[in-house]
């Protein structure tokens, strides 16, 4: 059965794109930050259009839910594209130091420029953008060291932009989770529908299941080991290598909830979405060697 488009793009993240674009005039640099078990579908196409030539601080958050081989693999590649990702745990604090210190570095040449001309330095005004429930308002709340803006593992929690002092060098804007008017890549919309990078609304929840575990299967056949299978024979007591995605929720809601796939179909999100599956990434580096 084939999964319907994924298409979400509801009127607060319309208004809060134009709010977004109108408001990086007066920012000094970017803090773009990803998903890091997804960060190629989490990154937005227009990205680079708006940023333009501002400094820009790639974030790669929740890499507490990837395998250390994973993070090294993504490190090594965004290197070789030129780009120095720094890797976040939002929930935990883990390199939100790090991620601070980078956006003051790169908004440093805002002062130069404004001494130079005889004018008092200002703190450094960086701007946290990204998709949906990446986790942009955890990690301000761990870079202040306090709760306050709003944070929920569900996308849409944050609704409008809003500025916030986080030292006497520092201004964060906080905008709300920003996502393409229109999905053109299926393959990248289902990755965030099964990672929780989208509303709800956007995606049918036990074809995004089935497709979750058709991708797993894809991805198992180019590893060496078989930590799929294993995994989801202890968690649901059936082989992967057995059952189409469809097939799949449909025995495990047979033997283990009655025959009811809705919620067999949430558990496995939710078990996933959790790290109860253990530390799985659903992208690995565009290389011949890694599973895509």
Known sequence: MPTPDIQWYPGHIAKAERALV????????????????IPLATRHPKVDTWVGDKPRVLVINR????SEAAKTAWDKWFRQQGQVPYFSNGQHGQGVNAI???????????????QARGMKPRPVRAVVIGFPNVGKSALINRLLKRKVVASARRAGITRQLRWIRLSGDLDLLD???VIPSRLEDQDAALKLAICDDIGEAAYDTQRTVAGFIDLLKAMQQNQSADRYISILQDRYGLSLDEYT???FVAQVAAQKFQ?????????????FRTGLLGNWVLEWPPADDHPR
Not at 22 to 37: F, G, I, K, P, T
């Open 245 to 247: 995605g469809e097939g």
């Open 175 to 177: 905008a709300p989770g």
């Open 63 to 66: 890499v507490d839910m990837i």
């Open 259 to 271: 025959d009811d796939r809705e919620r067999t179909a949430k558990r496995m999100l939710n078990d």
């Open 22 to 37: 109108d408001q990086l005039s007066r920012v000094d640099v970017v803090l773009e930050v990803r998903d890091a078990r």
């Open 100 to 114: 601070a210190n980078a956006a003051r570095e790169a908004g440093a040449a805002v002062n130069q420029r404004r």
